[in-house]
């Protein structure tokens, strides 16, 4: 006779029990910051729209890029 899977037994110390890491926090902008995108280069923060977006002007071309800003670095 098999058990259900959802009867087993986990041990508490088991490597599958660890809880997620926590995620980064969202890094914080302001007008005027001086950012590095991987792949348009060097900008400048031009308009934050709350914790959702910002917009960055890269030497003449704007680009609104939504939170969370994985390829965005402040410099």
Request: cysteine-free; charged content about 20%; hydrophobic content about 35%.
């Amino acid at each position: 006779m098999t058990r259900p899977a959802g009867s087993r037994r986990h041990l508490p110390n088991s490597p599958f029990n660890v809880p997620a890491p926590p995620a980064p926090p969202v890094e914080q902008f302001a007008v005027g910051d001086r950012v590095s995108h991987d792949q348009y280069g060097l900008g400048r923060i031009v308009g934050v729209e709350g914790e959702d977006a910002v917009v960055i002007d890269f030497a003449g071309r704007q680009g609104r890029f939504l939170s969370p800003y994985p390829k965005l670095a402040k410099l």
